[in-house]
């Protein structure tokens, strides 16, 4: 089955520094990669995605890097902000098809120092 | 974004009773719900997938009739945690795709289960 791996495990960085994340998945059928955000008590938040047919994707500060051939993925976020802390989740859609389970990463906690 | 929700937010029962927690896909019709469970500092883990009329499919592991789940409309599917036990105690999150969001998945804001 499809497997994600997900680095780094914990970031800190201080307020306004770039933080990137990364993953890495092992089926090359996958054709989805979302990322969520999710704050401590709460559910997970979809903050940006991408599909196989696009390199990169933007959004304001946030951004994701589709690199289909090495089979990786990263999300950037620039002028990182405190409200920024959280743990982020990388996923794969398996199969190839749009209905199709996610496959999740192991997260990371983002620390955003003022 | 769509709009999922979760009822209870929490709840606390005591061991051997049963729960049940629902999730609603407020503005959009749910063709297919997620329930995952997620331990303290873990990842979320996969428990079922269900479409709307059809029975669920259980991930490996996942007792089905210790979580069973009912997905009768485009809008509703619960998860009841029969004879509840103290390792039961977890949070409990949905999530669901539908007719508008083909790809994209949202999810509910969780339910925190608490077995006494």
Redesign the interface.
């Known amino acids: 089955g499809e497997n994600v791996e997900q680095h780094p495990s914990t970031l800190s960085v201080q307020e306004g520094d770039s933080a990137v994340i990364k993953c890495t998945y092992s089926d090359s059928a996958s054709n ?1 990669f ?1 990322w ?1 955000k999710q704050e401590l ?6 903050i940006i ?1 991408i ?1 196989s047919n696009v390199g990169e994707k933007k959004d304001q500060r946030i951004a994701v890097t589709l690199n289909k051939t090495a089979k990786h993925f990263s999300l950037h976020i620039t002028e990182t902000q405190p409200e920024d802390s959280a743990v982020y ?1 990388c996923a794969a ?1 398996l199969g190839g098809t ?2 199709g ?2 496959t ?4 990371t906690i983002l620390t955003v120092h003022p | 974004g769509a709009v999922v929700s979760q009822h209870p937010s929490w709840v606390i029962c005591k061991s051997g009773t049963s729960v049940k927690i629902e999730c609603r896909s407020l503005d959009f019709q749910a063709t297919t719900m997620f329930w995952y469970r997620q331990f303290p500092k873990q990842s979320l883990m996969l428990m079922a997938t269900s479409n709307e009329g059809s029975k669920a499919t259980y991930e490996q592991g996942v007792e089905k009739d210790k979580f069973l789940i009912n997905h009768a409309s485009l809008t509703l599917s619960t998860l009841t945690v029969t004879s509840a036990h103290p390792e039961d105690s977890s949070f409990y999150i949905c999530s669901a795709r539908g007719d508008i969001t083909h790809y994209e998945q949202y999810f509910g804001p969780g339910t925190r289960l608490t077995v006494t």
Do not use: I
């Open positions: 989805y979302p969520y008590g709460k559910g997970p938040q979809l995605d599909r989740f859609r749009s209905y389970k996610l999740f990463g192991q997260g």
